[in-house]
């Protein structure tokens, strides 16, 4: 039950994040671009979602990894699983965890690492990466972030094709599944009466 429930969550965030993915442009930042979000699972807990891109001119070999700095919640303890999507999802495996300070809540950096045997040359989308929060928020709390911003500046550094850099993206609060459900009827069902119309025969 509560897998099929974390699979629905896991779903809304990816159709979020595409969403505010094509509304906002993406900042060019050296060998990847990272964009994000962040969504309340109900445990209390929270769900970090990243879409991460090989940009052009850039290879992608075994051993190369990103990092996204300082996420609020996240432990090195058990019950904060990684998941990733795409088309290169086989290619990395689970995340590892670098506590930055032993504050509540945790802030850790959060590190995947490729391990295909096929070097990838940009410009490719390298697939969506979420991870749990372990630390157990107060009930209501709208974000995980200690400042209570909602959409808070993240910074990540990568290793890439023997390049090193980083840079930084807004994270943003990803729309409630029942959110979400609103406004694809609303806009449904202008498209869909116009249509009717189109397709109702003249009198």
Same mark, same amino acid.
């Given at each position: 039950m509560?897998?099929?429930?974390?699979?629905?969550?896991?779903?809304?965030?990816?159709?979020?994040l595409a969403a505010i993915g094509s509304?906002?442009?993406?900042?060019?930042?050296?060998?990847?671009?990272?964009?994000?979000?962040?969504l309340p699972t109900g445990d209390p807990r929270f769900l970090y979602v990243f879409d991460v891109n090989l940009n052009p001119n850039y290879t992608l070999q075994y051993g190369d990894s990103f990092t996204i700095d300082g996420l609020p919640g996240v432990t090195n303890t058990a019950g904060s699983p990684s998941y990733v999507s795409g088309p290169y999802s086989t290619?990395?495996?689970?995340?590892s965890i670098d506590e930055t300070n032993s504050t509540s809540p945790y802030s850790s950096n959060?590190?995947?690492?490729?391990? %295909?045997?096929? =070097?990838?040359? +940009? &410009?490719?989308?390298?697939?969506t990466f979420?991870?749990?929060?372990t630390y157990?928020?107060?009930?209501?709390?709208?974000?995980?972030?200690?400042?209570?911003?909602?959409s808070p500046n993240v910074s990540y550094t990568y290793n890439i %094709?023997?390049? =090193?850099g980083? +840079? &930084?993206?807004?994270?943003?609060a990803v729309p409630e599944p029942s959110s979400m459900i609103l406004l694809l009827i609303g806009g449904a069902v202008p498209a869909g009466a116009v249509l009717w119309r189109r397709m109702r025969p003249a009198a």
């Open positions: 509560r897998r099929s429930f974390r699979n629905s969550w896991r779903f809304a965030a990816l159709l979020a509304a906002a442009p993406e900042a060019r930042a050296g060998a990847i671009t990272v964009s994000g979000g962040y290619y990395f495996g689970n995340a959060v590190t995947w690492t490729y391990r %295909g045997n096929t =070097t990838l040359t +940009g &410009s490719l989308d390298l697939g979420s991870i749990y929060t157990n928020y107060p009930t209501g709390t709208q974000t995980p972030f200690p400042s209570g911003e909602t %094709g023997g390049n =090193t980083s +840079g &930084s993206f807004t994270m943003s």
